[in-house]
Structure formats: structure tokens, C-alpha cells
């Protein structure tokens, strides 16, 4: 399993924007699908978006589609997840997970997370 590795997170008011990075901690190629996920305070983890290997097709949740853009650079062996317009809801801490198995597949690896903070 690839060790992944989450920055990017931290304090911002409602309506600022925050990018996410994933990137492995070792030289391990994460070539294949890729996906972020929250957990916000008291609730389950829930998908956030995916991404292809290819990053030709991604998909969102309803709750931030048309806010959050995931993407990745494999010359940089990263994975995005850039969010703009967030609101208060969007406070959690956010994974980024390797799904092998192709688009919205279940997720084989996790990141340790990273918070972010939406202030009102």
C-alpha cells in the first residue's frame, strides 16, 4: 500500500479557498485513480470528489460540486483538490485516498488528513 501524505489545510473565513495536496511520502507512482474525502466533527467520512488516473473524468459529491475542483499533475506525482466559496459545513478533516480499482472505487490507502477550518 502507498503511503499518502495531505497539505494544504488550515484557518480560512467563509467564502475564502484552500488547495489540497496528496503526493506519496515515497517514489511510488500513483498513476491510477485517486479521491478525497472529509470527516466532519462527530460524522462519518464521506467521498468528496475522485479523479482518473488520466484525470480525464472526475466526479463530486452534491455538497461541493461547482465549488471544489480536484486535479493532479503526475509529472508531480500529485493529486489537488482545489476548494473556493467555502462555508462553515466544509470545516473537517480531509483525506485523499488511492482507489487502484478505477473512478469511485473503494479506497485502498488513506492519508493521515488534513483540518481544515471554514470560520463564519
Known amino acids: 500500500q502507498v503511503q499518502l501524505v495531505e497539505s494544504g489545510g488550515g484557518l480560512v473565513q467563509a467564502g475564502g479557498s484552500l488547495r489540497l495536496s496528496c503526493a506519496p511520502s515515497?517514489?511510488?507512482?500513483?498513476?491510477?485513480?485517486m479521491g478525497w474525502f472529509r470527516r466532519a466533527p462527530g460524522k462519518d467520512r464521506v467521498f468528496v470528489a475522485t479523479i482518473t488516473g488520466d484525470g480525464r473524468k472526475t466526479r463530486y459529491a452534491d455538497a461541493v460540486q461547482g465549488r471544489f475542483t480536484i486535479s493532479r499533475d503526475n509529472s508531480k506525482n500529485t493529486v489537488y483538490l482545489q476548494m473556493d466559496n467555502l462555508n462553515p459545513e466544509d470545516t473537517a478533516v480531509y483525506y485523499c485516498?488511492?482507489?487502484?480499482?478505477?473512478?469511485?472505487?473503494?479506497?485502498?490507502?488513506w492519508g493521515q488528513g488534513t483540518q481544515v477550518t471554514v470560520s463564519s
Open positions: 515515497g517514489r511510488t507512482a500513483i498513476n491510477h485513480a
Open positions: 485516498a488511492a482507489q487502484p480499482g478505477g473512478l469511485g472505487s473503494e479506497p485502498t490507502s
